[in-house]
Nanobody, 126 residues
Framework: QVQLVESGGGLVQAGGSLRLSCAAS????????MGWFRQAPGKEREFVAA????????YYADPVKGRFTISRDNAKNLVYLQMNSLKPEDTAVYYC???????????????????WGQGTQVTVSS
C-alpha cells in the first residue's frame, strides 16, 4: 500500500489556477491507478479525476472537464492536478487516493478506499 500526501492548495481568485501535488511513498507507485477527490463543507466527498498507472488514460468528472488536468510522474512518485479557470464552487478539501492495477479508472468514482490523507484546502474567492 502506498502512503499519500497532498499539497499545493491555497486561496485563489475566481478564474485563477492552482496545481495540486500528491506524493506517494513506496517503490510500487507505478502499479497504482490514481484519483483526485474533493469534499466541500457540508457535502459528501466527490470524484474529480483519475489517471491510469501508465498515465495514458484519464477520466474526469463533468464539472471539471476542460478546466482540470490530471497527470503523473512515475519516476518521481507524483501525481498532479492542474486546475485552471477556477470557480467558487471548486472550493473544497482535495484528496488523492490509489487503486492497485488492474483497475478500470472509469470505476474510480464508485471505488471504496480504506483510508484518506489529510488533503489540501483549495479556496476560490469570487
Amino acid at each position: 500500500q502506498v502512503q499519500l500526501v497532498e499539497s499545493g492548495g491555497g486561496l485563489v481568485q475566481a478564474g485563477g489556477s492552482l496545481r495540486l501535488s500528491c506524493a506517494a511513498s513506496g517503490r510500487t507507485f507505478s502499479s497504482y491507478a490514481m484519483g483526485w477527490f474533493r469534499q466541500a463543507p457540508g457535502k459528501e466527498r466527490e470524484f474529480v479525476a483519475a489517471i491510469s498507472w501508465s498515465g495514458i488514460n484519464t477520466y474526469y468528472a463533468d464539472p471539471v472537464k476542460g478546466r482540470f488536468t490530471i497527470s503523473r510522474d512515475n519516476a518521481k512518485n507524483l501525481v498532479y492536478l492542474q486546475m485552471n479557470s477556477l470557480k467558487p464552487e471548486d472550493t473544497a478539501v482535495y484528496y488523492c487516493n490509489a487503486k492497485r492495477r488492474p483497475f478500470a479508472i472509469a470505476t474510480m468514482p464508485k471505488a471504496d478506499f480504506d483510508s484518506w490523507g489529510q488533503g489540501t484546502q483549495v479556496t476560490v474567492s469570487s
